[in-house]
């Protein structure tokens, strides 16, 4: 299929079949910085730019890539303004001039399944679609903000996995005049278990194979650079077929689409990055963009479109050693800091006019950052002089200095935690720069930790601490470490269910060792599967918390008792099955368009072709949610044919479309 990024015959949009798309991500509406109160409303007045800029564009809808919320549990007040802002733009009596043709139920987490311009009561006139991403991710125990803003009306919601065992993604299919579109969407889960599923080619794309010309689109919030092993998804190892990949949860601007080659197939990624700073460091500090996606027939356009609401950031990082050694100051804490306060003077405030746009709506503070790196503790000094002098001038007055020690010449993989393992673990924290994830250091210095020291784990496993840290990180789960707690000691306990041995306290610790190499000696993939099963599942996790393990062991005497555990069974999300299809009544469209029955072909995750033609039926469950249409018009009907699961090369009769 061909593609273009210049298209000057689209740059208007007026065509019937040309679609209008505003792509924005990582709105983060409610974040506050802790050290000031002057930018908290900075996520809002870039959101309110974005959607008047969706309006004065007279864009189709709006396409969002995940974290439209800063917290999976916003207060009520940001809930409150977003839904505000979605009604006073979004709603209207503007018609909607192209067609939804993906049976609802398939594709859009909403009930009565439907997407909401065709709901009767409410006038939409700027569909909002969007996935979930890591920071409003809606875990197992939650209900996402995006389920209620679903339940208002004002926001379609898809990408949301059900099943985290084997993915299968439905696209949305669009439709105006003789263009299509496909949008697939993966919302945030852990990027390791992804890469696994991705390896495993266990992630599997429905596509439509009835409709010839047809532009593909992946929105995925996941890791795009790699910070640890199998810790993102490689942007070359995605499936071939698509055309657009639009990335979110990088925050780093890059204006322009990356042309990406994947062996015989090339598609352009969009990485818009955030569109509001919810951290000071490098990557934050880059001009930030939304973007126009012009797309008509095979051929499409982006537009980079600068905010203009923006706060202005800077950043810098120095290396004390260096301007000493270039005797640009003094070796005294005193002559570092006057250094530092003339480069903060007459270096960085100058640059902050490149950054005033002349909005009226635009924070005039400046966010500012020096990182000093020093190699010395006596190169450090008392900051509070800068800060009680750019106070009125800076919008983190408090941290407008941060502190690194040169980090040594050997790097974390390479250090002997044997010699002290309390100063190996609390470098995993130390090393780490506030711009990256310092889940991953942390985890990998715990996994190395205990591989290489003598002080055993006997209970709970590196993975399941690991996995606990991730969840509690990334989806607040508070009560994630106390489930695993939980759920390994009661797993220890069942191990001598029906046993009798002797329990001296000699014994036992041979025993609980035999039994942690056991476990060490089991595939690591099946482990983090029960691990993540269990916390994914709710209802397991409320009969641990029910269960109170009170079996008393006795030592005395050689005694010889029988130790008895109490029994869980942990369903977990993937063995619930998905939703049945519902008998739902016939609702009026609003003549917004026909639905057309979909025949669908089969995709996973393996970017590489193959040379095999062989074809199994997809489940009857995805067939009938697939290609029922959410409003039955005539008596359209088709059949499903799927390619089998290890196959990714397109049929020749499906050609056309490619």
Known sequence: MSSSTQSTDMENGSDESTFKILLATDCHLGYEDSTSKSHRKDSFTTFEEILQLASKNNVDFILLGGDLFH????????????????????????????????????????????????????????????IHGNHDNPSFEYTSTLDILVASGLINYFGKLPDLNKITIVPIILKKGNTHIAIYGISYIGEQRLSRLFNQERVVFLRPKNIKNCINILVIHQNRAKHTRNGNIPDDKLPGFFDI???????????????????????HIIQQGSSVATSICEGEAKIKHVGLLTIKGTSWNYKPIKLQTIRPLLYESIYIPEIINQEYCEPSPEGICEYVDDYIENT???????YITGHPEQPQEPLIRVKLVYAEDSQKFDTMQLTRKYCDRVANPKDIIVFRKKK???????MNFDGD?????????????????????????IQKFFETTDNKLRVLSVLGMNEALDRCIKTMDDDAFASILQHQIGKTINYFKGRTIQLNPEVYREEIIAYQRQRTADNADD??????????????????KETQISNQIDYDNDEVIEVIAPTTKARGRGSRGGRGSRARKPTTSRGRGEKNALDITTITSTPKKAASTSSTKVTKAVQDRFTQPSIKRGNTRSSLIGIHASQSQRLSDSSDSD
């Not at 990949?245 to 598609?267: K, Q, R, T």
């Not at 190996?424 to 250091?441: G, I």
Request: proline share 9%; aromatic share 10%.
């Open 71 to 130: 917290d999976c549990k916003p207060p009520q007040n940001v809930i409150l303004q977003c839904i505000k802002m979605m009604k006073e733009y979004c709603l209207g009596s503007r018609p909607i001039n192209f067609q939804f043709l993906t049976d609802p139920e398939s594709v859009l987490s909403s009930y009565p399944p439907r997407v909401n311009y065709e709901d009767p009561d409410i006038n939409i006139a700027i569909p909002i679609f969007t």
């Open 245 to 267: 990949v639009f990335w979110g949860h990088e925050h780093e601007c890059i204006a322009e689409p990356e042309l990406i080659s994947n062996g015989e197939d090339e598609y």
């Open 348 to 354: 960085m405030f100058p640059q902050v006019k490149n």
């Open 408 to 414: 040594p010449t050997d790097n974390l993989n390479r």
């Open 421 to 445: 393992a309390a100063a190996a673990l609390a470098e995993c924290f130390r090393q780490n720069e506030p711009d990256q994830d310092w889940t991953y250091a942390v985890q990998n210095g």
């Open 527 to 544: 482990e983090m599967r029960e691990v993540q099963t269990m916390l994914d599942d709710r209802d397991a996790r409320e009969k641990l």
